[in-house]
């Protein structure tokens, strides 16, 4: 599943946004505003100079013009920068929130359901896995690594100004196989409670839906048992490709170093690791860890992600 940004390319523009109005600031701080003093000193000495003289001379003073006035025009910023200097702070600010610690997303499709709905809007902690260089995602300090069972965003190995969001399945060493639509991690199956089977409402079709404990993680998934486990046509040349063993009742992979194996929740309808294979860190994005909201459900979507 894609995940929509609330702007394209929004953390580039609001980049050069915050480079040019930046620069602006400080052409006014270490520049301008000195140029615009000098020239109210020299407009407030002309009128000083002039109101003796005048007084010198017994002539009556025009007041029309105060001191005050004087400096006010000549210290007052151009409008482009007067603009410039207001926004800054505001886009830097923005642009450090967004950057190093939470960054919103909008679920565009299904793939994910029923832990995150078509329309929610998420919040994704962009500093749980490390601190990253904003713009080229570059991680320069590390801090903790991934977990089964975490809802992580990444770019899409296949192209990288895509953002997707899944679950993690499998971290670095672990073998993952996939059989008749149930887990097994390491040799040991992963546990599954069923619930009461889930309705599509817009197609008005029912699913079986699933507790999956993940090693200690529960989330709820759901599966069509009319669909193959794997669609063997629609597997992808992928990096690391020969970890990976398929068959007609699933597959087993073993997740190489620096690596992570990416499932949805929605285990029918999700293009996932599966198809296109793993995840390098280096894609990784964050962990998706609240929805705050969804326009067509209001208030029943804010919660935490499990």
């Known amino acids: 599943m894609t995940l929509q940004s609330l702007l394209t390319n929004f953390a580039l523009i609001l980049f050069i946004l915050m480079v040019i109005t930046g620069v602006i600031w400080c052409l006014d701080v270490f520049y301008l505003a000195k140029q615009r003093r000098a020239a109210a000193d020299r407009a407030l000495a002309e009128y000083d100079a002039r109101t003796a003289k005048l007084t010198a001379d017994g ?6 013009t105060s001191r005050a006035e004087i400096e006010a025009a000549n210290m007052r910023q ?6 410039s200097g207001s926004f800054f702070p505001v886009i830097a600010l923005v642009f450090f929130l967004r950057s190093f ?3 919103p997303f ?3 499709s299904m793939s994910m359901v029923p832990t995150l709905q078509v329309g929610d809007l998420i919040l994704v902690n962009k500093f749980t896995y490390g601190i990253r260089l904003p713009i080229l995602n570059k991680k320069v300090v590390q801090l903790n690594d991934p977990q089964r069972g975490d809802v992580m965003v990444f770019k899409y190995p296949r192209d990288m100004s895509q953002d997707y969001i ?3 399945i499998g971290v670095p060493g672990d073998k993952i196989t996939y059989e008749n639509k149930r887990l097994t991690v390491n040799g040991k199956p992963v546990e599954y409670t069923p619930l009461e089977d889930y309705l599509n409402e817009e197609s008005l079709t029912y699913s079986k839906q699933f507790k999956e404990n993940l090693t200690g993680v529960e989330h709820r998934v759901i599966v069509t048992e009319a669909a193959p486990t ?3 046509s629609d597997v992808k040349d992928f990096p690391h490709s020969e970890a990976c063993t398929y068959r007609y009742e699933g597959f087993t992979c073993v997740v190489p ?4 194996f990416m499932m949805g929740d929605n285990r029918d309808n999700s293009a996932d690791s599966r198809y296109w294979g793993f995840v390098p860190d280096k894609n990784i994005v964050g962990k998706a860890f609240f929805v705050w909201m969804n326009l067509g459900n209001p208030l029943k979507r804010i919660g935490s992600i499990q």
């Not at 151009?78 to 603009?83: G, I, S």
């Open 59 to 64: 002539i009556k003073l025009d007041n029309t």
């Open 101 to 103: 610690l939470y960054e």
């Open 257 to 260: 170093a620096g690596n992570y």
């Open 166 to 168: 899944k679950r993690v």
């Open 106 to 108: 909008k679920i565009p």
């Open 78 to 83: 151009p409008t482009w920068v007067e603009y």
């Open 230 to 232: 794997v669609n063997l």
